[in-house]
């Protein structure tokens, strides 16, 4: 079935870095750009960053450019975000999608989302 899961989150302390995974199944990968978002306690869900399906076409947030980098292994159906100089307002539960645009971080152009993992960043 299709599915989108999401690994290696976890507590890290300012400035450090994580690498977020999202392996997905039951689907053309390199069909569908990728994006993913996070969602904060107490507030909306917002888009972080997405990729094009092929061609390495990147949508960024203001809030994480310069520090985030989202790639993709198709031949792995994986897609990454390297996350670095992490901030504790970076603290949230990130998702990764399945999307119809990559141009845009708006959640209309999702429609499979993964379970989600957490990243916390504190000292």
Do not use: H
């Not at 994580?18 to 750009?33: D, H, K, M, V």
């Not at 994480?64 to 307002?89: C, H, P, W």
């Amino acid at each position: 079935q299709l599915q989108l899961v999401e690994s290696g989150g976890g507590l890290v302390q300012p400035g450090g870095s994580l690498r977020l995974s999202c392996t997905a199944s039951g689907f053309s990968f390199n069909s569908y750009a990728i994006g993913w978002f996070r969602q904060a306690p107490g507030k909306e869900r917002e888009g972080v960053s997405c990729m094009s399906a092929i061609g390495g076409q990147t949508t960024y947030a203001d809030s994480v450019k310069g520090r985030f980098t989202i790639s993709r292994d198709n031949a792995k159906k994986t897609v990454y975000l390297q996350m670095n100089n992490l901030k504790s307002e970076d603290t949230a539960v990130y998702y990764c999608t399945r999307r119809s645009r990559w141009s845009t971080l708006d959640p209309a152009y999702s429609d499979v989302w993964g379970q989600g993992t957490q990243v916390t960043v504190s000292s």
